[in-house]
């Protein structure tokens, strides 16, 4: 039987989730116990392809839960403050789970630097802006080959995209960089062709790794922002379908991939263009992301 759905997922009313929660406290309610029971299924789903990734990367267990335990304590101290009331080691241990005598220890360690490398920063602006600003696109509206140096007459040019950006930086880095991890092409003309609409590289497993870790952390915010009632609620689409044979979701995965590079470039040319209108310094951001997923056999791009 072939099924079609649309709608929030899977933040969606429509989602009902069963499963067997072992050890509730007595004192729970029915209510609060179907809804735990939920939480944890959805947790599980949400967490076996992560366990995947940490058991193909010889990452344990063990491992794992002593970076989870300063993480709560850090997520418990900053977002869950008592309004008037000075967060306490006590009140952090009681939300946590996790001993006193580590709650002090964890909040006196430094904190992780989160900061992207910078190849990762500098490459997602310049091909934000290869992507998005005008004097880069063709009639199409699609990113133009670049001449690799610099232009006599200051037309569109790799080195000058590259230095509009960054003065500390020398484009040729960049170049051999990029051609490294398969995000451009070089010609006979000594002319530069982008491979990708975003910093997607085929090769280079910490800038892939970087992108996991933005990319589905801000989905599963904007997932728990819903889930959490809090307003305005955040967009969060997707479409599922069953019953379809290999060469249907081949034909729909290309449809997919030609029609949301089509949504992405619209909103990043968009934003490049609000962010020369924005006055001051502005730090807020913003993540428009799409995926596409099946569990059949697909054959790789050809090139």
């Not at 735990?36 to 267990?61: D, G, S, W």
């Not at 946590?96 to 904190?111: A, M, N, Q, S, Y």
């Not at 509009?164 to 490294?180: G, Y």
């Amino acid at each position: 039987m072939k099924k079609f759905y649309m709608g929030y997922f899977p933040t969606s009313t429509f989602f009902c989730y069963t499963a067997f929660m072992s050890k509730i406290p007595n004192n729970t309610n029915s209510t609060t116990m179907s809804s735990n029971t939920a939480l944890i299924e959805a947790i599980q789903r949400l967490l076996r392809p992560l366990v995947r990734l940490l058991l193909a990367k010889q990452i344990t267990y063990t491992y794992l839960i002593s970076v989870l335990k300063p993480l709560f304590v850090d997520v418990a101290a900053t977002e869950f403050q008592l309004e008037g009331k000075q967060q306490t080691d006590s009140r952090l241990s009681l939300l946590t789970g996790v001993h006193r005598k580590d709650i002090r220890r964890f909040l006196d360690e430094p904190k992780i630097d989160l900061t992207p490398p910078v190849n990762v920063s500098l490459g997602a602006r310049l091909i934000a802006r290869w992507n998005g600003e005008s004097d880069y696109l063709d009639e199409q509206a699609l990113p133009m080959p670049l001449p690799r140096l610099m232009q006599s007459d200051g037309s569109p040019s790799f080195e000058k995209l590259v230095c509009d950006e960054s003065k500390d930086i020398r484009a040729r880095a960049v170049l051999d960089e990029w051609l490294r991890l398969g995000l451009v092409e070089i010609d006979s003309n000594d002319v530069v062709h982008l491979c990708t609409g975003a910093f997607v590289p085929e090769q280079g497993l910490e800038e892939k790794l970087y992108y996991l870790g933005r990319n589905v952390r801000d989905h599963i915010e904007s997932a728990v922002h819903n889930v959490l009632d809090e307003k305005p609620p955040f967009l969060e689409r997707s479409v599922y379908s069953d019953g379809l044979s290999p060469q249907a979701i081949e034909e729909l995965a290309q449809l997919a991939e030609s029609m949301s590079m089509d949504v992405l470039r619209a909103i990043n040319k968009k934003a490049q263009e609000l962010k020369k209108t924005s006055s001051g310094n502005q730090k807020n951001r913003i993540t428009l992301g799409v995926y596409f997923y099946t569990d059949a056999k697909l054959e790789g791009k050809k090139s």
